[in-house]
């Protein structure tokens, strides 16, 4: 470093106490990007190519200057912006690539995720002490938090419903606790079935960077025929129909899903995709002969007989040959990693909406319901998606 001060620098490395800085740091980090989500500041930058000022962002949007450049500094330190100095030394910010993905017309955005996050999402931790002192073993085995039911009917329910929303004396159970964090999930002026759009939206995001290995971590190239079940929003079914455009695929999910998505995220290019819609629920409607199922984060939302149920019934109409791909994160055998992994199976626990379950755990599910050649291929922490074969004999 270039000072007439003595500086110097050095690295202190505490290996007993570094993780846990690690993930302090990154909670504080993750706070601090959810302000700049909410004033949309990264679509404000993004919309000038050639970099803006702290000032000048603040004047056109009747922002206090300084407390800009301090928002957008934390964001530069993240990586999210660069910053570069213009004439008086005037700081410059410009969207990197990683900021990239908190602009809200990408497709894999980031934007609005953090907020959910912390409005919603974090606070169902807070629902674990109540659990395990219950020990309140019922289990929803729905997907969807009631807080992020389609068609905003929670965004429409929640304002006559003050009462979880205002301070409540009684002592609160799990239920009281859980009301309360449906009403936090109602942002202020948002329109329904804004966190609906949000919810799938992660799960885009998520998905996004991975894309390619995913839908080439086996070769697929030989099913013709594909049903995407519970496949949501629909991009890994759109992914798939460019990547093997031979493949006719459906995306089958609960008829409120269904409609929905359609309208929402239905992609620029779906006419020239050989992909179509189908309103069902697997467990209870007939579902469409194909050579290929899937289940992409979905099977974690079902109790072990209502997977068994499922997947013997597709393991019967399949012909020999045919398959099951499941992407989940799997826990590790020895359930102590990965992480991310841990965090997911513990919000499906705060919401009693279901479970993560090792490789070995799915293996043997596959087999009691017909399967013999079973693979998986692992993926790295990062990417929540491992991916699991069984092929018909
Ligand atoms: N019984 C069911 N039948 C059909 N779809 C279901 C059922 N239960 C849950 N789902 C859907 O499963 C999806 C889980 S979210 C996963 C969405 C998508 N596969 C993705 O990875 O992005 C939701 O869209 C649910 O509506």
């Known amino acids: 470093?270039?000072?007439?001060?003595?500086?110097?620098?050095?690295?202190?490395?505490?290996?007993?106490?570094?993780?846990?800085?690690?993930?302090?740091?990154?909670?504080?980090?993750?706070?601090?990007?959810?302000?700049?989500?909410?004033?949309?500041?990264?679509?404000?930058?993004?919309?000038?190519?050639?970099?803006?000022?702290?000032?000048?962002?603040?004047?056109?949007?009747?922002?206090?200057?300084?407390?800009?450049?301090?928002?957008?500094?934390?964001?530069?330190?993240?990586?999210?912006?660069?910053?570069?100095?213009?004439?008086?030394?005037?700081?410059?910010?410009?969207?990197?690539?990683?900021?990239?993905?908190?602009?809200?017309?990408?497709?894999?955005?980031?934007?609005?995720?953090?907020?959910?996050?912390?409005?919603?999402?974090?606070?169902?931790?807070?629902?674990?002490?109540?659990?395990?002192?219950?020990?309140?073993?019922?289990?929803?085995?729905?997907?969807?938090?009631?807080?992020?039911?389609?068609?905003?009917?929670?965004?429409?329910?929640?304002?006559?419903?003050?009462?979880?929303?205002?301070?409540?004396?009684?002592?609160?159970?799990?239920?009281?606790?859980?009301?309360?964090?449906?009403?936090?999930?109602?942002?202020?002026?948002?329109?329904?079935?804004?966190?609906?759009?949000?919810?799938?939206?992660?799960m885009v995001a998520q998905m996004y960077p991975y894309t390619d290995e995913i839908i080439h971590a086996f070769d697929l190239s030989r099913f013709k025929t594909v049903v995407d079940i519970g496949g949501g929003q629909g991009y890994l079914s759109f992914a798939l129909s460019r990547g093997y455009p031979d493949m006719k695929i459906t995306v089958m999910d609960m008829p409120h899903v269904i409609k929905f998505v359609r309208e929402e995220f239905r992609p620029h290019d779906f006419d020239k995709l050989n992909v179509t819609?189908?309103?069902?629920?697997?467990?209870?409607?007939?579902?469409?002969?194909?050579?290929?199922?899937?289940?992409?984060?979905?099977?974690?939302?079902?109790?072990?007989?209502?997977i068994e149920y499922v997947i013997s019934k597709l393991h019967e109409k399949l012909p020999s040959g045919g398959a099951v791909l499941i992407l989940e994160d799997t826990l590790s055998p020895t359930r102590d990693g990965p992480p991310p992994s841990h965090c997911f199976d513990l919000m499906l626990m705060a919401r009693k909406v279901g479970k993560d379950r090792t490789f070995p755990e799915f293996a043997s599910t596959l087999e009691r319901c017909g399967f013999t050649k079973i693979k998986c291929i692992l993926t790295n922490p990062e990417c929540i998606y491992d991916v699991i074969m069984a092929i018909k004999d």
Request: hydrophobic fraction near 35%.
């Open 1 to 202: 470093m270039d000072s007439k001060y003595d500086v110097k620098e050095v690295t202190w490395l505490h290996p007993a106490s570094d993780p846990l800085m690690k993930m302090f740091n990154g909670y504080r980090c993750t706070l601090a990007v959810i302000p700049a989500c909410e004033l949309k500041m990264f679509d404000k930058i993004a919309a000038h190519p050639e970099g803006i000022s702290a000032a000048r962002l603040a004047e056109q949007h009747s922002w206090s200057s300084s407390y800009t450049a301090r928002l957008l500094d934390a964001q530069a330190s993240f990586g999210l912006l660069k910053k570069t100095l213009g004439p008086d030394n005037i700081g410059i910010y410009h969207i990197t690539e990683s900021g990239k993905y908190m602009v809200s017309d990408f497709e894999g955005s980031f934007d609005g995720i953090f907020t959910l996050f912390s409005k919603v999402f974090l606070k169902s931790y807070s629902l674990i002490p109540e659990l395990i002192k219950t020990g309140d073993e019922g289990d929803k085995a729905h997907w969807v938090l009631p807080e992020l039911q389609i068609n905003g009917s929670a965004d429409k329910q929640c304002p006559q419903d003050q009462s979880h929303c205002t301070e409540n004396k009684k002592p609160e159970g799990y239920q009281a606790k859980a009301d309360k964090i449906r009403c936090a999930g109602q942002f202020a002026g948002q329109k329904p079935g804004e966190n609906e759009r949000r919810m799938y939206q992660i």
């Open 277 to 306: 819609y189908l309103e069902g629920d697997c467990l209870k409607d007939p579902i469409p002969v194909a050579s290929l199922y899937i289940f992409c984060k979905v099977l974690h939302h079902f109790t072990e007989e209502k």
